[in-house]
């Protein structure tokens, strides 16, 4: 037994001085994975974010000049998600949506002229069709709607382009809504002043003329109602609601991914001993197999630690310095840690066996750098699972990748505990045994 | 077995799938304690294979094999602890210092504390590496690194070694080193099974020869008797003798 822990001890060792050693596998397991997520969580941050800097270029080619642009223009610029610029005469249309095109603008609206004097008009007599008898006034219109053309530079994404598509129609009908009152406003006291003079005579018309029948509908500066965004976090819950940002979406889902890379210095370890006489040398001291595989496995397990830690303090302390949101644990860092050590126990798991089957290390690194990008992929690390396919969903499933992100989102942003993970932990260490299991019994055969 | 025999292999046969002639076909080995024997024979003799059974690497197809008493193919984990092995591939962690080179080995066969750091002390002593001890085995010589992995064979004290042509691509002062190691280290009571293209180092160094070719022992014995009873002024002219002169790829 002391011999057994000796050399569970020299392997753990060893492993650690050939790794402070390997520059690159340093730069591998440890700059990448940072890198990945500080830039990452920095590209995504500005996606339709709701507060910070404006970042969304928007053209305004107002060739109206009336209302409808004042509105539009009004509330496109309170918002702090667009960088507008208004151009009257000195662009046209089709050098317009050619700036667009060509990516110098993200979005362009372009106001045709007369727009507004016609959304006025028309207003005008769908209300005045209301005040009177005659059918035909109030048949549908034949007229083709008033159009106010917007367009997006190609390279803006479908996430974006809906969101502002949205927006947009928004700003349209509320602008639509306010002329049709406002036509309202202007015709019911003299609808009313007609009807009562048609019913009761011109002496009652002349008491109303006389105090004037006035309707002064507010300017709508604040919605009567509106959609509120609540947490969907189950009322028993303790923790704090987490507004879902970039890093709290990124800064999980890629310290997994540089945790899974463990694989490469793993199995490379293990080649490169198969193809030198240290191989050999190692099997042939009793006892020896157990102590390869758990001593190497203990020493990578503390590198994986160290890789959380470091993609944790990131999150925590330096993207904030960069203008994102700080991470928050909710509460759950320790429950954080067990879901990275169960990660790195399956990685490393595979590794260990990749390194005892693959024939060259050429074979080891293609089947590892390969391995982990499809599983990085499928298991939502790029793009959430829920946007995929069905086919590509079900397949989803089989990614340790995503079992881990998949625990660290329950936790850290669905308010859930290590209970409610026991699933993907149990998981993610059935298949570390099974790795166990095969690499076990291929060194005995050796 | 007597009990001063320490290594007894009997009929031992490997064949490699695939291959229509066994690799080893046969053969018998019998080695006293102190004993040094010389095996010789071309590329694809099958030394290397017997070497790998003999030290319980390689499991045969067919035979025995008996270590200071004790059946190595039944109980290799008995065994194992009394074999050292120094391959021909370089059993070293180049980017590793040698003395973490041989305080890993040295682990591995349970040596600590005291005791370890005297034996590295020791083995690096034997082999002239004193000054290197920190430096990386990235940063020796040819005839260095074979020193190097010769200390890390050695470090648990096995009283039966198996060399895999040792002084392979060194230069002849290192060489000289080398055997003149071994033989101390047989004088110290090692028993050693010694593989190797130079003839001239088996003359030296081995009291005993077996020369192999496709497999089976073309002769084996006392290095002097052989060369009585052949007539042939060295070894090289025996082993060109028995094995012809036709390339072996």
């Known amino acids: 037994m002391l011999l057994l822990w000796q050399q569970f001890f020299a392997f753990f060792v060893k492993e650690l001085q050939l790794l402070r050693r390997d520059r690159g596998a340093l730069l591998i397991l440890f700059l990448m994975p940072v890198a990945l997520v500080v830039i990452v969580s920095l590209v995504q941050d500005n996606i339709l974010k709701v507060t910070g800097s404006r970042t969304v270029k928007l053209l305004v080619v107002d060739h109206d000049h009336g209302y409808l642009g004042q509105q539009l223009l009004h509330q496109l610029e309170t918002s ?84 502002i598509s949205g927006m947009l129609q928004q700003l349209v009908a509320r602008a639509t809504l306010m002329k049709q009152l406002n036509a309202l406003q202007k015709m019911l006291p003299a609808y009313i002043e007609r009807q009562v003079t048609a019913q009761l005579g ?22 009567i109602v509106q959609a509120v965004q609540i947490s969907a976090a189950p009322a028993a819950s303790n923790a704090d609601f987490v507004q879902p940002t970039s890093v709290q979406h990124n800064v999980p889902a890629w310290s997994l991914f540089g945790i899974f890379f463990i694989i490469l210095p793993v199995s490379a370890a293990i080649l490169q001993e198969r193809s030198l006489g240290v191989f050999p040398r190692i099997l042939i001291i009793p006892g020896s197999g157990f102590a390869m595989l758990c001593g190497r496995l203990l020493a990578y397990l503390l590198v994986c630690l160290v890789q959380l830690c470091l993609m944790l303090g990131v999150g925590y302390f330096v993207l904030p310095l960069l203008g994102t949101d700080v991470l928050q644990f909710n509460g759950q860092l320790g429950a954080l840690i067990v879901v990275a050590l169960a ?72 308010s859930g505990t290590l209970r409610d993970i026991l699933p993907q932990l149990l998981t993610m260490m059935g298949c570390f045994a099974g790795c166990m299991l095969l690499s076990w019994r291929k060194i005995i055969k050796l | 077995m007597t009990s001063t025999m320490l290594l007894q292999a009997t009929g031992l046969v490997k064949r490699y799938p695939g291959k229509a002639q ?69 059993a070293l962690y180049h980017t590793l210092t040698l003395r973490e080179n041989l305080t890993f080995w040295g682990r591995m066969y349970g040596l600590h504390g005291n005791a370890l ?11 002239g590496l004193s000054d290197c001890l920190d430096s990386c085995i990235n940063t020796f010589s040819g005839g260095m690194k074979r020193r190097a992995n010769l200390a890390t064979g050695i470090i648990h004290q096995p009283e039966l070694v198996f060399l895999d042509e040792p002084t392979v691509g060194i ?31 088996v003359e030296q160094l081995c009291s005993q020869v077996m020369i192999v070719d496709n497999g089976k022992t073309v002769v084996s014995g006392k290095a002097s008797q052989l060369l009585l009873n052949s007539g042939c002024s060295g070894l090289e002219q025996l082993f060109l003798q028995l094995t012809g002169k036709k390339l072996r790829d």
Not at chain 1, 83 to 102: G, I, L, M, R, W
Request: net charge negative; hydrophobic share 45%.
């Open chain 1, 202 to 223: 011109p002496m009652y018309a002349q008491v109303l003329a006389n105090s004037e029948l006035g309707i002064n509908v507010p300017e709508l500066t604040q919605p």
């Open chain 2, 22 to 90: 066994p690799a080893v076909d046969h053969i018998d080995l019998q080695l006293q304690r102190g004993d040094l024997l010389g095996l010789l024979g071309p590329n694809g003799a099958g030394k290397t294979t017997t070497i790998s059974m003999l030290a319980t690497m390689l499991r045969p197809d067919a035979g025995s094999i008996e270590i200071a008493g004790i059946d190595a193919l039944s109980n290799p984990q008995l065994v194992r602890p009394k074999i050292g092995i120094v391959p021909q591939d370089l």
């Open chain 2, 117 to 127: 750091a005297q034996r590295i002390q020791e083995c690096i002593h034997f082999v």
């Open chain 2, 171 to 201: 230069d002849p002062q290192s060489r000289y080193s080398i055997i003149e190691n071994l033989r101390e280290l047989n004088r110290q009571g090692v028993t050693m099974v010694y593989s190797s293209h130079y003839m001239d180092e």
């Open chain 1, 80 to 163: 702090d998600s667009f960088q507008v610029t208004c151009v009257a005469e000195t662009v046209n249309y089709p050098d317009a949506k050619f700036e667009v095109s060509t990516g110098q603008w993200q979005v362009g609206i372009y106001l045709p002229p007369g727009v507004s004097q016609q959304l006025e008009q028309r207003a005008m007599a769908m209300v005045r069709a209301g005040f009177t008898d005659d059918v035909s006034a109030k048949a549908p219109p034949t007229k083709p709607p008033l159009t106010v053309e917007y367009f997006f530079d190609p390279a803006v994404q479908g996430g974006l382009q809906a969101g």
């Open chain 1, 343 to 414: 990660a790195a126990l399956t990685a490393s798991g595979f590794g260990l066996l990749l390194g005892i089957v693959a024939r060259s290390e050429q074979q080891a690194i293609m089947i590892a750098a390969v391995s982990i990008v499809i599983a990085a992929a499928l298991g939502g690390i790029m793009v959430p699972v829920y946007m995929m396919p069905a086919g590509m969903q079900q397949l989803s499933i089989i990614s340790p990748l995503g079992w881990g992100l998949d625990a660290c989102q329950v936790l850290l942003l669905r």
